[in-house]
């Protein structure tokens, strides 16, 4: 999207009317977000949840922000800017469940680790919640926002002591090819957030809520 993406404002309005994926995932949010959180954004792509959360949190908030792909972050800093957020720190990382490099695999919007033919291939760096939170000295994270495209059980197991330490809201978006491609499953992911002694739910896009 080469326009920028300004909250609240008639441009931004027609986007989630085309995009009512991501007009799902904001009203979900809208709903359990709250003033002064402390948030992880993993997969933050373009930006559009993050300026919404960032939006809601407030100047008492704070907002660490993640994408990987250079195209994406560039843009995603560029629609932070435009909207004035000072409580959002981007990085150019993938989260994972260790610190290092990891191949990633991009075809228009979409990208992650899970290997496709006939698309862009290419390095990124790569970190863990528990690391970056030991680095910057960051004691509680109330929320963890993931959009990542089969990644998505590597983020918790490299998040554990977090997790451990801190009752966190998760909310994820599962892909569930994605992760049988990497010999994961949601049974995988729930098992390992029950274990922690979370309560894990399934939200559907009309924002009915169940047990997983």
């Keep these: 999207?080469?326009?920028?993406?300004?909250?609240?404002?008639?441009?931004?309005?027609?986007?989630?009317?085309e995009n009512p994926h991501e007009a799902a995932e904001m009203k979900f949010l809208d709903s359990i977000v709250k003033e002064g959180m402390k948030v992880?954004?993993?997969?933050?792509?373009?930006?559009?949840?993050?300026?919404?959360?960032?939006?809601k949190i407030g100047e008492r908030g704070s907002l660490y922000s993640f994408e990987p792909v250079s195209e994406y972050f560039d843009t995603l800093k560029k629609n932070l800017s435009c909207n004035g957020l000072r409580n959002v720190e981007a990085f150019p990382l993938a989260l994972t469940d260790q610190v290092g490099k990891a191949d990633f695999y991009q075809k228009e919007l979409s990208s992650g680790i899970v290997p496709q033919e006939d698309v862009k291939k290419f390095k990124v760096n790569t970190t863990t919640i528990d690391r970056f939170l030991d680095e910057r000295k960051i004691e509680r994270i109330d929320l963890i926002n993931m959009d990542c495209e089969g990644s998505e059980f590597l983020v918790l197991k490299g998040a554990e002591k977090t997790l451990r330490r801190n009752k966190v809201d998760i909310f994820c978006e599962i892909h569930h090819d994605f992760l049988s491609q990497l010999g994961q499953s949601v049974g995988g992911i729930v098992e390992y957030l029950q274990r922690l002694e979370f309560e894990v739910h399934s939200v559907s896009e009309n924002l009915k809520i169940g047990n997983d």
């Excluded at 999207?1 to 009317?17: G, I």
């Excluded at 992880?40 to 939006?55: E, F, L, R, S």
């Design 1 to 17: 999207m080469s326009n920028p993406l300004v909250y609240d404002t008639p441009a931004f309005t027609t986007f989630l009317k």
């Design 40 to 55: 992880i954004d993993v997969g933050a792509n373009i930006g559009v949840t993050t300026i919404a959360i960032a939006k």
